[in-house]
């Protein structure tokens, strides 16, 4: 996660958080995949369930 978007670590880290957990709830739908994630700007102004909500849809168009 770059400091250009996210400029705080608690912003840094509670994408991160998110993200890993996602796809730890999802990663047997996906398959053998290696993803990134980059974060857009914007992205820190989003609550979690958003966030959430966000990579369910981009992991469901992966599927």
């Known amino acids: ?3 250009k978007n996210a400029r ?5 880290n509670r994408l991160k ?5 996602q796809f730890r709830l999802h990663q047997h739908e996906l398959g053998n995949l290696d993803l990134i994630v980059l974060a857009r700007p914007g992205l820190v102004k989003l609550d979690n ?4 909500q966000l990579l369910l849809h981009l992991f469901g168009k992966l599927k």
Do not use: L, P, W, Y
């Not at 958080?17 to 957990?21: A, G, L, P």
């Open 17 to 21: 958080r998110i993200i890993r957990e």
């Open 1 to 3: 996660m770059a400091k």
């Open 49 to 52: 369930r958003e966030v959430a």
């Open 8 to 12: 705080k670590a608690v912003d840094r």
